[in-house]
């Protein structure tokens, strides 16, 4: 079983529409959660830490449910510019290496 | 300011040959890591740096791969005799001083491809 999985994709979603990813992660010790975007051909960056208590940063609300070991993204009135790949990474052991899902691709259409 | 910096961005070589990849991270950051990423899946870590010391490099995959950082900033990281499994990004990342919650900071990659 991978450490961290994510649906692949691609969400193929209108603009304007919300959306949602989730994320699995199997080690229950992990403290640090984040959501990276990815564009074709270039590097991960930062979208978002997740905090236990959740967060929000403009149309960006992520989540983490400890219990069942997921986080969310849920992103609202989507636009042309969120197409890309949202990579969830988790901090398995609150040290300096992060932990990659495969991503999953969205695609906004007009 | 300048963001992670890497070179080559592509790298085309053939099986059994010897590459060099360079990583500038920010000024100032102590940390320093490469990832790999194949395609369709997230980077991989590889190594990790803080300072000129390699303070873990449990993701290489075996000894054909080397990483050194000989001054505490620009890092090479060395592939011998490469294989055609070695084809990916390369990614390097740098954070100021490795904590936590710091934020890493990715250069654009090299994409490497060895026929």
């Known amino acids: 079983r991978k450490e961290v999985e994510q649906d692949p994709g691609p969400f193929n979603v209108p603009e304007g529409a919300t959306v949602a990813f989730n994320c699995t992660y199997s080690?229950?010790?992990?403290?640090?959660f984040f959501w990276y975007r990815q564009d074709c051909r270039k590097e991960p960056k930062l979208l978002m830490s997740?905090?236990?208590s959740g967060n929000e940063d403009g149309r960006f609300t992520a989540q983490l449910n400890r219990a069942s070991q997921y986080i969310s993204l849920l992103i609202r009135d989507s636009k042309l510019s969120d197409s890309a790949t949202y990579l969830c990474?988790?901090?398995?052991?609150?040290?300096?290496?992060?932990?990659f899902g495969s991503g999953t691709r969205l695609l906004v259409r007009p | 300011g300048a963001g992670v910096s890497q070179t080559p961005s592509n790298k085309v070589t053939e099986k059994g040959k010897y590459v060099e990849l360079r990583c500038d991270p920010i000024?100032?950051?102590?940390?320093l890591y490469w990832y790999r990423q194949s395609l369709g899946q997230g980077p991989e870590f590889l190594i990790y740096?803080?300072?000129?010391?390699?303070?873990?490099d449990s993701g290489l995959p075996n000894d054909r791969f080397f990483a050194v950082r000989p001054e505490g900033s620009v890092s090479t990281l060395k592939i011998q005799r490469t294989e055609r499994g070695d084809s990916a990004v390369y990614l390097c990342?740098?954070?100021?001083?490795?904590?936590?919650?710091?934020?890493?900071?990715f250069g654009p990659g090299t994409r490497l491809l060895v026929l």
């Open positions: 740096f803080q300072g000129t010391g390699a303070a873990d």
């Open positions: 000024s100032g950051h102590t940390a």
């Open positions: 990342a740098s954070s100021l001083t490795g904590q936590v919650e710091e934020t890493q900071y």
């Open positions: 080690n229950s010790a992990s403290q640090s």
């Open positions: 997740v905090y236990s």
């Open positions: 990474v988790v901090n398995p052991d609150s040290s300096y290496k992060l932990i």
